[in-house]
């Protein structure tokens, strides 16, 4: 008698059980509908947006879709399984819509490299540019959607070349990103002993100065475009060592020297987003500009007075040579807000009447470092 009342619960565990991996698998098909439903909408969307010249990427819609599904949540699922699963609807919503180009400074590897694949969640078409002057002119001709560029590090300062390519180029800043820099010394054979000469940008080597000076300050230097472009040189000499991303060591198949051999930890380069298009605002974004004075006392006072009577919050000034005049010189300068708000707005008018020209090279979000 217990055995048939053993064997019964079996067949009726048996029935339950298939009976809700049934149920899954309806859920299973209705998911799969309603994601193809969504991605055929979001093609559309793209349709829309091409036509009105809109940009793909809106990273505040993005972000507000998110939260407001974090509101209608009530589990069992997670916070970041909801983050996870609808990330990667989201970014194939934004690839069926229209596949971006993206141009960064090369060989791959490189930390603009880096950059351009944390941005953009590595979705989109990355393509090898030999120079910064590449990526902006392939941003103008509209070759590439957009370009990823390095603008300042937190060592060594600003980025002379990027700031200048502002003037010679009509490109639209979209957005910013931070990232952190740590330098390895690789080689083939990964020792000491066999390293002659030593390869990288030049910032990365002066971000390495006092090391270098320690451990190999018998060796020869040599500045290369960039840090992937050492390793590649270093991949073809066993007597050469590059300053590169531990990323450049796999891709290149080097060995480390050493490793973290930056003279000062916490290094971040500050990227910047090129493109086309101006996003919307968010309500926390950052407005930049460049403008020329005359060589005159008192003209960058004057200049930047306006910013300060709106009580705006001035992020960052940069000065450069303007190139086409002795002693006259082009400012860099970063304010909080958007270009479409009207103290923004406002400000930049009263600062193009104390300046000899003025151009906006965008508003864009105020970078959010987002957990891993």
Known sequence: MKTVYITMMKKESEKDLKGLRDQIDSIDADIL??????????????????????????RSRERKVIEK????????ADEEVLKYIFNVIITATRDIQKPKTISFLGP???????????????????????NLYEIFREVEKKESHFGVVPVENSIEGAVNHTLDLFADFDVHVCAEHYEPVSHDLLSITGEPNDVEKIYSHPQALAQCKAWIKKKFGHVDLFETSSTSKAALLASEDKTIAAIASKQAAHLYELQTVESKIEDYSGNITR?????KNIPE???KDKTSIMFATSHVPGALFKTLAPVNKAG???LKLESRPTRHHDWSYYFFLDIAGHQQDKIVAHTIEEI??????LKILGSYPVYVKEDA
């Open 281 to 283: 605002p968010t309500g």
């Open 312 to 314: 705006l919050n001035m």
């Open 352 to 357: 193009k009447k104390y300046s000899l020209s």
């Open 108 to 130: 791959e590897a490189s930390y603009t490299h880096i950059a351009a694949l944390a941005h953009f969640k590595h979705s989109g078409k990355f393509v090898e540019q030999s």
């Open 271 to 275: 990227f910047l987003v090129i493109g």
């Open 69 to 76: 599904l974090s509101e209608l949540n009530q589990g069992p």
């Open 33 to 58: 509908n309603l994601i193809n439903q969504r991605l055929k909408i979001g093609q559309k969307v793209g349709e829309i947006k091409k036509e009105k010249g809109g940009q793909i990427l809106d």
